[in-house]
């Protein structure tokens, strides 16, 4: 079972290599009862039958790790064939030709296939004098050698082509998953510095939120009256708490700051900002309108901060890869959430999607709140992102 399943493990990871061993053996075997039947086939008497035999087992060795040792090993097969004419009369030889075929064929191939340039030139030039020599000592024939000669040479110029289409071809794929590691690790690192300035941005949030409580909670506690002892203490702890809770969180967030970057102090955006984000669009070259539905309602700081950093994002896409484009901004106010669509016409070679980057980072930036993020191609052209954000579950 063991090896059953190792054979189909090869078969799944390197099937030419499984192959090509089963060709090499097949052949070897086919070589070595060619030479041992010889003499039986031919019907007369094979001078040094058992060397013949021999040197049939060497080449079969040598077709066999032709693809392991790719520059030794095939000539060693063409050399164990070439010196069969020392041990024996050219007639016997000839009468079995299916062998040299073999040499003439497979041996050539392997040795274009796997090995580099210089190697293979070097192994065709090889084989291309044994059969000079071999010719010049039996037969002296030019055709003859002239006819082996173009059988080398088109057996090997077929391996030496195929193989270089599918190394190439090979090479073209690792890029291609090159770039698709690449791409994948530059989208993880995106939604990474997101999720950082995410957690920055409702650190500022939340931290303002619960210094206004402690300050509020201290007011309240220096206007009770002497008596009132147990209110008193409630009201340190909750005074205690909050400092406690402040503290933590600076140390948090701390960790997520890159390093040597400097705390902010400027108010937070949101949508109340907006036409200060438009203007510095449309003075960067993007003409931006902006399109309100219904009726703006304050909303909690992190939604507020998610959904302007949302239509700045796309905005910066669409800036950056749309080309000459026009924008659009829409706010729909519904009763239990609000719609953002931010659309362009653009017509660069750019989606204004930031390569999927950006729109990670919105994704993270919604599904944090519990919304929904969608984009695609524009109907007429350029790009499109949708975001919807719960309001009533803020």
Known sequence: MRDVQRIRDIWQSDRGRLVHY????????????EFATLEDRIGDPVDHRAWLVVLAVIAAIGLLFSRDVPFVAPLVTA???????????????????????????FVPWCLATYNERSRAVAGLVVMELLGLWVNLHYRNSVWDYF?????VALSWTVGF?????????RSLAERAEQAERQQQKAASRAVA????????ELHDVIAHSVSVMTVQTGAVRRLLLPEQEKER???????ATGREALTEMRRLVGLLREQGAMPEFSPQPGLGTMEDLLETVRSAGLPVDLAVDGTPRELPPGIDLAAYRLVQEALTNALKYGGTAHAWVSLHWREDELELEVANDGKGDGDGSGGGHGLAGMYERVTLYGGTLDSGPRDGGGFVVRARLPVAQA
């Open 147 to 151: 006819f082996i000669a173009m059988f």
């Open 193 to 200: 510095e997101e999720r950082q300035r995410i957690a920055r």
């Open 22 to 33: 089963l060709v090499a053996a097949t052949l070897g075997v086919f070589v070595i009862a």
């Open 161 to 169: 082509v195929l193989s270089r289409r599918a190394a190439q071809s």
């Open 79 to 105: 050399g164990a064939f070439a010196a069969a004419f020392l041990v024996t009369d050219s007639q016997s030889l000839e009468d079995s030709s299916s062998p040299f075929l073999i040499v003439v064929l």
């Open 233 to 239: 203490q409630a009201l340190e702890t909750v005074e």
